[in-house]
């Protein structure tokens, strides 16, 4: 559930870019910092832990419309990746309305993807948000590099499910990808929000009795 601020009638989504350490979360965060709007961001916060950080920043969605009477606003979060750091991400993951899976492309990186994506299987079940229910994009990042493992094998590793989560090829250093993941999720957690209103809006009860 997103914050809702009723005084501003503004709804505020958290979406958390977690994945193995050096996948390029910060990265993905800087470049969508810098191409947004200032007026309708704030600045880039940085959280240090001893080892890594924990970025955050909000923003105002350019398109306002996605809930009638009030505008939406962002909080995108990275956390540093490491195992160790599991109450971290669970203290980022709190809340959480939607996640993006950043992926090292790289060949050797593999294990260390499959190993976070689980460590965050296991911290959403802490959270009781199933990884099924919570809208998640995969981004195979680094693609500019040599020794890639091929898009099919990242597939087979970690969105092999029924329903597969959608997922991108980038290059968050150049910026490519990186507006079209964010636009993937913020659209996914809108839209789950939107069908969770439906859900909740009462049937009409019969206003005459015979
Ligand atoms: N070649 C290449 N390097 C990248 C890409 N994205 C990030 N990096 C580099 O990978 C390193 C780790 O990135 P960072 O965003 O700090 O990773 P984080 O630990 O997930 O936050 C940095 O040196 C980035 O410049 C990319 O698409 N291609
Ligand atoms: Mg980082």
């Known amino acids: ?25 910060t990265t993905n965060l800087r470049q969508i910092h810098a191409k ?10 940085s959280l240090s832990t001893s080892q890594d950080r924990t970025l955050f920043f909000d923003f105002l969605a ?6 009638p009477g009030y505008s939406t606003s962002f909080h995108l979060y990275t956390v540093p990746g490491q195992v160790t750091y599991n109450a971290t991400l669970q203290l980022v ?6 996640v993006v899976f950043v992926a090292d492309s790289q060949m050797d ?17 802490i959270h009781g948000s199933g990884i099924e229910r919570l809208p998640l994009v ?13 898009v099919e094998y990242m597939e087979y590793l970690l969105n092999n499910r029924p329903v597969p989560h959608l997922s991108f090829e980038a290059e968050a250093y150049s910026g490519r990808n990186v507006l079209a993941t964010l636009n993937a999720i913020t659209q996914a957690v809108v839209a789950r929000f939107q069908q969770a209103q ?12 015979a």
């Open 1 to 25: 559930m997103p914050a809702i601020d009723n005084k501003t009638r503004t709804l505020r989504f958290k979406i958390v870019y977690c994945g193995t350490p050096l996948s390029g979360k």
């Open 36 to 45: 947004l709007d200032p007026q309708g961001r704030s600045d880039l916060v």
């Open 93 to 98: 993951l709190r809340q959480a309305d939607g």
């Open 109 to 125: 990186r593999q294990r260390d993807n499959l190993q976070a994506f689980q460590a965050l299987e296991a911290n959403l079940r």
């Open 62 to 67: 350019v398109d306002s419309r996605a809930v």
């Open 198 to 209: 439906e859900q909740q809006r009462e049937p009409l009860r019969d206003l005459v009795m």
């Open 138 to 150: 995969l981004q195979y990042n680094k693609r500019d590099l040599p020794n890639l493992a091929p």
